[in-house]
């Protein structure tokens, strides 16, 4: 597609339900990486894909949290056991290239996904 | 891993050049220096990406001194629609994975009429 997409938009759930969020990068970006960011915060990394393998998973806060890319193009995170705590913006970004300079990544941003747990 | 630092918020006004400064005293030798635009309720979006001295595009400048431990974000004439948080990345090749890209907590930067 043409850019980013991610869904849903919103999400409400309760706590302790499993939750998933999935993201269609743009056809043909190698990189994946999954964001969250709350409130009057910076996105804060989770996870990075390059292709269908998880490059580095350093950000993910907890067992909790897993992501997958099966096909190298669609991605889907999962949250089992939701608290209140992971409410937040999740966002996703794709992009071109992969293991160049460093910092030299330029990402697309999906719209990201609003998840507030109850 | 390479830290960023920049001013929490800045205000301006119409028609005015904002400047935005972002340190980032232990960048490497290869290190490349991105800034995004963030509105509410959107992912960020690229602005502009710089190596070293001068880069400019439809958007925006960016500065970069010679030992390039900051760089400077120029907005000429900024309008209302400027108004969004700004975000300085720079990559770390001291780490293990080039493109892991972290954000910091960004300027938010005000635009009054």
């Known amino acids: 597609g043409a850019g980013v997409s991610q869904t849903p938009s919103n999400k409400v759930t309760e706590k302790g339900k499993y939750v998933e969020l999935r993201c269609d990068p743009i056809?043909?970006?190698?990189?994946l990486y999954w964001y969250r960011q709350s409130l009057g915060q910076g996105p804060e990394f989770l996870i990075y894909f390059q292709g269908t393998g998880a490059a580095d998973d350093s950000g993910l806060p907890n067992d909790r949290f897993f992501a997958v890319r099966p096909e190298g193009s669609v991605s889907t995170l999962k949250i089992q056991r939701t608290e209140r705590g992971d409410s937040a913006v999740y966002l996703c970004a794709s992009s071109p290239l992969v293991g160049g300079a460093p910092g030299a990544n330029v990402l697309t941003f999906g719209a990201g996904s609003r998840l507030t747990v109850l | 891993l390479a830290k960023t630092t920049q001013p929490i918020s800045m205000d301006s006004y119409e028609g005015q050049e904002v400047n935005i400064t972002c340190s980032h005293n232990?960048?490497?030798?290869?290190?490349?220096i991105t800034w995004y635009q963030q509105f509410p309720s959107q992912g960020p979006r690229f602005i502009i990406q710089?190596?070293?001295t001068k880069v400019t595009n439809e958007v925006a400048s960016l500065f970069i001194p010679a030992d390039r431990k900051s760089s400077t974000l120029s907005l000429p004439r900024v309008s209302l629609s400027d108004t969004a948080v700004y975000y300085c990345l720079v990559g770390d090749s001291r780490s293990y994975n080039t493109d892991k890209l972290i954000f910091g907590t960004g300027t938010r930067l005000q635009v009054f009429p």
């Open positions: 232990n960048i490497a030798t290869n290190d490349y």
């Open positions: 056809s043909g970006h190698t990189a």
């Open positions: 710089g190596y070293k």
